[in-house]
């Protein structure tokens, strides 16, 4: 069994396991769930332990399943910003830490009682994390997408960024509730600037922030047992999402084939980011994303060379509805009109041994898209998008030896992360 077929595996029980252990705790507490103020100090400090776990899996299983996008991501990087190279990821990732020791040292109160017992969590944070990513790092020896090294997997950075989001978080989060979207965003941010500095893998980025999260629940873990209780609150079931706005990050591949029986065809990569609101009392939710991606002419499924107009921007906009279907799952059905415009460099040449992509500088479309969804947390979720669009615009592929017309029907598939805000 080949790596990616493992690790395939692996997402698919952790986040099996997970909706199994939310299940049976559900079902256990929900005839009379226990008075949090009767907990011991140790076993509220067990409970918080959990409760953050359930919180970090979900996101460590997705971040496995991401791994069958890491050529994907690393090819629209490379099509779009080949020459990135800044080190703001570098100092970034402490910035949260940096916040919440300020804000301790300035008096400001949190949900640990001193600042020794917040320091303590912090370093039994760091420790776990540092422990938790070496271990794996120097296991798997994964491949860096720049070929520097063979410890890829998972992100350290985003690991650490994480861990500081989670930190900061799990001190201010309640009494500012906009602490948490600015800090975990901040962390983001850290694990993108992995991305687009070519040392690190999506999979690795998703995978290092679940482990990141992970790792501060343990820290304030080991805090709560050795100063006491703590601020923070115990929930006991699992929460909904009960937000009108939620983000999610979709990577879709798709494929227009040609007109006739040949056996070429248009094959595409993305990677978007979108955001979907429902307005109070509507039955239905605004949506828009935006998305950058390649086109190259294949033949038989492989790649074959590049074109003048493989680089896109697409825009959609469109109105969608959710179909409830259990209590974690649902079906989101939606209408969009798009925009895509290409872009191309001046210095940029047709190879004439290639296959050549004609395509309309801007076109408008329309499409169609089913989306099976799943929460895991009240924040956290995943969905697999399934769709059509249709371009009436004229596209040509042509090769050394042919000229073809592309289909105006093009299918795509993928998944995509969702943040529930």
Do not use: C
Not at 343 to 350: C, I, Q
């Amino acid at each position: 069994m080949n790596t990616k077929a493992i690790l395939l595996l692996l997402a698919t029980l952790s986040i099996s396991s997970i909706h199994a252990q939310e299940a049976d705790t559900s079902q256990s507490i929900q005839p009379e769930p226990p008075r949090t103020d009767t907990l011991t100090p140790a076993r509220r400090a067990h409970q918080l332990l959990l409760q953050g776990t359930l919180n970090a899996a979900p996101l460590v299983g997705i971040g496995l399943l991401q791994t069958i996008h890491n050529e994907q991501v690393r090819t629209i990087r490379y099509g779009h910003y080949p020459q990135f190279r800044h080190h703001f990821d570098d100092y970034l990732q402490f910035a949260p830490l940096v916040a919440q020791l300020g804000l301790k040292l300035s008096g400001v109160e949190g949900s640990s009682g001193s600042v020794w017992q917040t320091v303590t969590a912090d370093v039994a944070a760091t420790t776990a994390m540092l422990a938790i990513t070496s271990a794996i790092k120097y296991t798997a020896r994964v491949k860096r997408p720049d070929g520097s090294a063979r410890n890829s997997f998972p992100s350290g950075h985003t690991a650490m960024a994480f861990t500081s989001a989670t930190l900061l978080s799990l001190e201010y989060g309640e009494r500012y509730p906009w602490i948490a979207p600015v800090s975990y965003g901040l962390a983001s941010v850290t694990g993108v600037g992995r991305i687009l500095n070519n040392r690190h893998w999506i999979g690795d980025v998703v995978t290092g922030a679940g482990l990141g999260i992970l790792s501060a629940h343990v820290g304030y873990w080991v805090s709560d047992l050795l100063f006491g209780g703590s601020k923070r609150r115990l929930r006991l079931e699992q929460e909904e999402p009960k937000t009108r706005l939620r983000l999610y990050a979709p990577l879709t591949l798709s494929a227009t084939p040609t007109e006739g029986e040949d056996s070429w065809g248009l094959q595409g990569r993305e990677a978007a980011l979108g955001v979907e609101y429902t307005p109070a009392q509507w039955p239905i939710y605004l949506r828009g994303q935006v998305g950058l991606s390649i086109y190259r002419g294949h033949q038989g499924g492989e790649g074959a060379g590049r074109s003048a107009h493989e680089r896109n921007l697409s825009l959609r906009v469109g109105v969608g509805r959710d179909l409830r279907l259990g209590r974690s799952f649902s079906v989101a059905t939606s209408v969009t009109a798009s925009l895509r415009h290409v872009f191309k460099h001046p210095d940029e040449h047709t190879t004439p041994l290639g296959p050549t992509l004609s395509m309309p500088t801007t076109s408008v479309g329309v499409g169609i898209e089913v989306a099976p969804r799943w929460y895991f947390t009240k924040h956290l979720g995943l969905r697999l998008p399934l769709g059509l669009d249709y371009y009436p615009s004229s596209y040509h592929l042509t090769t050394p030896q042919q000229r073809f017309g592309l289909h105006p029907i093009s299918f795509y598939g993928g998944t995509a992360l969702e943040v529930y805000l």
